[in-house]
Nanobody, 125 residues
C-alpha cells in the first residue's frame, strides 16, 4: 500500500520560511518515480507548485514560486522536500505531494498516481 505523508506546514508571517516534507512508503522499488507538490487555496482549484525527477537534477516550478521555493529529494529516505522562502499571503493553501510512476517531472495532475492527504500552510500579512 502506497502512502505519502506530508509534514511541516503551519502558520508563518509574510516573508518567513517553511520546509515541507513528504515521506513515501510502499512505492515500487524498481520504478523511477517523479514527485510533485501541488496546492489548493480555499475556493480554488488545485494548482501545480513544483516537480522533481528521480535523479533530482530535473526540476520544474510554477512561475508564481520561482526563485522562492526549492524542491529536492532524498531517495535513500524516500522523502521529497519543498523549501519555501519569502512566503506571501497568497501562498496560503493546503499543500499536497504526489508521486508519478511516469518518472518525468510534470505539472499535469493526471500524470500523478498517488497523493498525500495534504498539509496546511497559512501565511499571515
Amino acid at each position: 500500500q502506497v502512502q505519502l505523508v506530508e509534514s511541516g506546514g503551519g502558520l508563518v508571517q509574510a516573508g518567513g520560511s517553511l520546509r515541507l516534507s513528504c515521506a513515501a512508503s510502499g512505492l515500487p522499488p524498481s520504478r523511477s518515480y517523479a514527485m510533485g507538490w501541488f496546492r489548493q487555496a480555499p475556493g480554488k482549484e488545485r494548482d501545480f507548485v513544483a516537480a522533481i525527477g528521480w535523479s533530482g537534477g530535473n526540476t520544474h516550478y510554477a512561475d508564481s514560486v520561482k526563485g522562492r521555493f526549492t524542491i529536492s529529494r532524498d531517495n535513500a529516505k524516500n522523502t521529497v522536500y519543498l523549501q519555501m522562502n519569502s512566503l506571501k499571503p497568497e501562498d496560503t493553501a493546503v499543500y499536497y505531494c504526489a508521486a508519478s510512476l511516469v518518472g518525468t517531472p510534470t505539472n499535469w495532475e493526471d500524470e500523478y498516481d498517488y497523493w498525500g492527504q495534504g498539509t496546511q500552510v497559512t501565511v499571515s500579512s
